[in-house]
C-alpha cells in the first residue's frame, strides 16, 4: 500500500500548491513555535524550522510521509520573518522598496516508519518596484501581510510590487514545486493521474 502524504502546515499557500499540482494529502500542523536566531543564516534557520514542524507531526503520524516546511526573507543579509502588526508591515515593505532581496524556502520529507528522511532549500531573488507609502498602504489594504515572511505574497497582487523574481516563483509562494515534487516521489508519493 502506498503511503499518505502529510502536510505539516497551516499554510493555505502550501495547500494550494500541492492541490494544483494534483496531490492528495492530509494536513496536521503541529504546535510548533518557529525559532528565530539572528545567528543563524537565511538557509540554517528555515531548515531548523521546517524539520521541526515536520518531525513533531510525524511522531504523532509515524506511518506517513510528512512534509514540513519554512520560508524566509532576507535583505542586506538581515533575516526578516513575519510582521508583528501593520506598522512593522509598513517598515517592511519601506525596507524591500526598489531592491532585491532574498527568499528562502527549507523542505524536510520524513517517513519515521521507514526511517527516511530528506531535506532542501531553495532561494530564489526578487526584485521589488520602488513604491511610494501610498502604494505601499494601497497594497497591505488588500493583503493580510500578518502570516507572511516580509509581509508580502508573490501571488494575487504580488505583479503590484514585485518587478523581478530570479529563480522558482513557487519558492516565494511558500513550497518550491519543481524539487517538491522530484523528492516526494523518492518516497513514493505521486501526484494523481489526469482524468480526462
Do not use: W
Not at 518531525?55 to 526573507?73: E, F, I, Q, S, Y
Amino acid at each position: 500500500m502506498l503511503p499518505t502524504l502529510l502536510l505539516a502546515s497551516h499554510s493555505p499557500r502550501r495547500r494550494e500548491l500541492l492541490l494544483e499540482a494534483g496531490f492528495e494529502f492530509e494536513t496536521s500542523a503541529p504546535n510548533v513555535a518557529e525559532r528565530f536566531d539572528a545567528n543563524l543564516t537565511l538557509r540554517e534557520l528555515t531548515a531548523l524550522n521546517s524539520t521541526r514542524k515536520a518531525m513533531a507531526a510525524a511522531r504523532t503520524h509515524p506511518k506517513k510521509v510528512v512534509l514540513g516546511a519554512d520560508t524566509l526573507v532576507a535583505v542586506d543579509n538581515q533575516v526578516l520573518g513575519k510582521p508583528g502588526d501593520i506598522n512593522d508591515a509598513v517598515a517592511m515593505l519601506e525596507r524591500l522598496s526598489g531592491r532585491a532581496h532574498e527568499v528562502c524556502t527549507s523542505v524536510f520529507i520524513c517517513h519515521l516508519t521507514r526511517a527516511r528522511s530528506t531535506t532542501f532549500s531553495e532561494i530564489s531573488r526578487v526584485r521589488f518596484r520602488r513604491l511610494s507609502r501610498g502604494e505601499i498602504h494601497h497594497y497591505l489594504a488588500r493583503v493580510d501581510p500578518l502570516d507572511k515572511a516580509g509581509a508580502y505574497a508573490a501571488q494575487g497582487f504580488g505583479g503590484e510590487i514585485i518587478e523581478a523574481i530570479d529563480g522558482s516563483f513557487t519558492n516565494v509562494v511558500g513550497l518550491p514545486m519543481e524539487k517538491t515534487v522530484a523528492v516526494l516521489a523518492e518516497f513514493g508519493i505521486q501526484p494523481k493521474p489526469e482524468t480526462i
